[in-house]
Every structure is written in C-alpha cells, then in structure tokens.
C-alpha cells in the first residue's frame, strides 16, 4: 500500500469524523450539550462544557484535515519521482540535425511551345 493511498484513507476517516461532530452540534446552542440538562458549565457524566468540547474538537479535525490533504499532495509528488521535463534540463539530449536541403530546387516544367489545349 502507497503512502498516498494511507493519506487518503486517513483523510475519509476525518472527514467522516469532522461530519459527525458537526452533526451534533446545534447552531442555536442546543444540541448535545443542551440534552446534559442546558447548563454547558454542568457536570454530567464526567463531562464538562460539551459545546466547548465540540467546537474544540470540530476545529482540531478541521485542522488535521488540511494537514493530511497537504501531506498527501507531497507523497502524491514524491511517488513520480522526479517530474521535471529533460527538456527543461538539457542533459542527454541528443542534437538533431535536420537532413541537408539541396542548395539548387529544380524550376517547374514550363509549357515552352505556345500551344493551347483545345484551341
């Protein structure tokens, strides 16, 4: 398995990740923190302030998220080797070398008689 495919594997599990916290959240301050009885400062289940939690957590996965497509746009590169033309660097190209024009081109053939077709 390539690094790249690594890279794509762990960014659809953060996206899938970043999506359900997302989810979860409410944006008029409900969601799952407001089901822990309102209070985002309450301690339920050992659990305090679950909207702050969430946003932290929405935040850092959106990070991770651009830190992994970076990565995986680096191994994506390093995987073809190098990408760089020969033409662009000039070494082992060989010169070619069009083949010799003649210098004198033979004139086209003329009508020389003064006779016309048909007339």
């Known amino acids: 398995?390539?690094?790249?495919?690594?890279?794509?594997?762990?960014?659809?599990?953060?996206?899938?990740?970043?999506?359900?916290?997302?989810m979860v959240q409410n944006p008029k301050g409900g969601g799952?923190?407001?089901?822990?009885?309102?209070?985002?400062?309450?301690?339920?289940?050992?659990?305090?302030?679950?909207g702050d939690f969430l946003d932290k957590s929405?935040?850092?996965?959106?990070?991770?998220?651009?830190?992994?497509?970076?990565?995986?746009?680096?191994?994506l590169k390093g995987s073809f080797g190098d990408s760089d033309?020969?033409?662009?660097q000039g070494d082992d190209i060989e010169e070619t070398v069009p083949e010799?024009?003649?210098e004198e081109i033979p004139a086209p053939a003329t009508n020389t008689d003064n006779t016309t077709d048909g007339q």
């Open 1 to 22: 398995m390539s690094t790249f495919s690594i890279f794509v594997i762990l960014i659809i599990v953060v996206c899938f990740l970043l999506i359900l916290v997302i």
């Open 32 to 50: 799952l923190s407001s089901s822990f009885g309102g209070g985002g400062s309450q301690i339920v289940g050992g659990v305090k302030k679950t």
């Open 58 to 75: 929405t935040w850092t996965l959106a990070g991770l998220l651009i830190v992994l497509i970076l990565a995986s746009n680096i191994a």
């Open 85 to 88: 033309s020969k033409l662009l």
């Open 100 to 102: 010799a024009v003649p």
